[in-house]
């Protein structure tokens, strides 16, 4: 079988952009599907769910990850170097009713979500999954709400990820979902797995053959369509940076009912007028600005989002923003400083102070912007370092999956890095594993390679088997 990744079409990363989802299979014979939820029932039934130890526990499934259909759908959009997250879950569903919607926290924390694509997911289905066995669904284009902006839990255009043993949906992030019923009462299985993008884009990574963005022909979203969005995503995709911004001139009355439009309470609407406001250069900056200040926080997160594609016009207002008594605004702009990179350099000094901030929630966005603003400032590196030893574990664990992005330029940090391999939470010790393996120096291998050793779990040992044959 050919195993070079089948990268996706212009066609699917448009229908990806504005629905935030794709439907696809692998190509692997029923047998292997069959053998796979056998075993997968055999777990469940004597050990119960494996959790994070879903892949040594049942070798299929990283033989499915492996296969050119899913490499080729997460390098398409992640980009070549994308991470398997330490997080699995495999879910289990016999129910005959709904679950609820929601969006999926990081690991049981939140943080600012992002509409650029930097993380995604993937749920496999190794089962023939009928809409009668309860897979699970999504709202198509909700991809960037905060809000779930639909009143009735039955929404028209509701989309399932149905289909033949194999199938599995591609899934940005932050999309709304939920499980379905299962009327039928037969096992269900569902594997989630989470990928995370490590490098900012420099040219399309899926098989781009137009420069320039199209809507799909047959698009039909049940909740709002956002041009401008979808257009600053793909450019942003294609290693654009600041696309939109300075691409139009607007008067004073346009701009009142852009200021206006930022405050409706409709999501959608609202992020349209963000998304507009950044085309129209320090005009529209200035009235982004003052929704980043707004009494309503809401409209501050949404002006937010303006921001971080503006451009350079907006990097001033921004960094006099990390002055604010509200550490909300802060963290807000902490955010779009990091989205606009390179414009932005000049506030890393600024960036790196606000590490000692007494509010946590602003030390983690700081962190983060980190890792995206600069990928090879010493500085950065530094504050990262600074930033394995927090106090809050939220800070530490996003230390480790910024060093990562920072790849080689943060060698400094392995001593840090290899301390932390003590710490009594989970992901600061498998972030801090991922960011030695993207450093890749000798010396990260080495203490990956020992750490890996010392831990290591034997995936056939159970209290059935413990340890022969």
Avoid at 172 to 186: A, F
Wanted: glycine share 6%; charged share 20%.
């Amino acid at each position: 079988m050919n195993q070079s990744p089948l990268l996706l079409t212009d066609e699917q990363m448009q229908k990806f952009i504005t629905e935030g989802f794709l439907i696809l299979k692998t190509d692997f014979p029923e047998s292997f599907h069959q053998a796979m939820t056998a075993e997968l029932g055999k777990v469940y039934d004597e050990e119960g769910n494996p959790g994070n130890n879903l892949l040594p526990r049942i070798r299929e499934i990283q033989q499915a990850f492996d296969s050119p259909v899913i490499t080729g759908a997460l390098t398409s959009v992640l980009g070549p170097n994308y991470m398997l997250h330490a997080h699995r879950h495999g879910h289990f569903n016999a129910q005959p009713v709904a679950g609820g919607w929601h969006k999926d926290s990081y690991w049981g924390y939140s943080r600012m979500r992002n509409h650029h694509p930097w993380w995604a997911m993937i749920m496999y289905f190794p089962q023939n999954t009928p809409i009668e066995l309860g897979p699970t669904s999504v709202v198509p284009g909700t991809q960037n709400y905060e809000s779930r902006t639909f009143a009735s839990d039955e929404v028209q255009g509701e989309a399932f990820a149905s289909g033949e043993a194999g199938t599995f949906a591609l899934i940005h992030y932050d999309i709304w979902h939920r499980s379905t019923p299962n009327v039928l009462g037969n096992a269900r299985y569902m594997l989630k797995f989470e990928f995370m993008r490590t490098a900012v884009p420099t040219k399309p990574s899926w098989n781009n053959l137009i420069s320039e963005w199209k809507e799909p022909a047959d698009l039909a979203l049940p909740i709002a369509n956002h041009e401008d969005m979808w257009e600053e995503t793909w450019n942003w995709m294609s290693g654009k940076l600041g696309s939109l911004a300075n691409t139009a001139e607007a008067n004073e009355e346009k701009l009142a009912a852009l200021a206006t439009a930022l405050e409706d309470s409709f999501e959608p609407n609202a992020l349209n007028a963000a998304y507009e406001l950044a085309k129209y250069g320090a005009p529209g900056v200035k009235v982004l600005l003052a929704g980043l200040h707004h009494e309503r926080l809401d409209v501050s997160r949404t002006s937010t989002y303006g921001l971080s594609i503006a451009g350079s016009d907006a990097v001033s207002g921004l960094i006099d923003a990390l002055d604010s008594d509200r550490s909300e605004t802060v963290q807000h702009a902490i955010f779009a400083l990091g989205e606009l990179r390179s414009y932005a350099e000049s506030a890393l000094p600024k960036l790196v102070e606000l590490l000692s901030h007494s509010d946590a929630t602003v030390r983690i966005a700081v962190v983060e912007a980190l890792g995206i603003l600069s990928n090879s400032s010493e500085i950065a590196v530094k504050g990262l370092i600074t930033a394995l030893s927090d106090e809050d574990v939220q800070v530490r664990f996003t230390a480790g999956l910024s060093l990562s992005r920072m790849g080689a330029a943060a060698a400094a940090a392995v001593p840090a890095l290899a301390a932390v391999l003590d710490d009594e939470n989970r992901y600061v010790r498998a972030h801090a594993l991922e960011a030695l393996r993207y450093i890749g120096t000798d010396e990260a291998k080495d203490i990956l390679i020992k750490s890996l050793f010392n831990s290591r779990w034997c995936s056939t040992t159970t209290p059935a088997n413990s340890f022969y044959p």
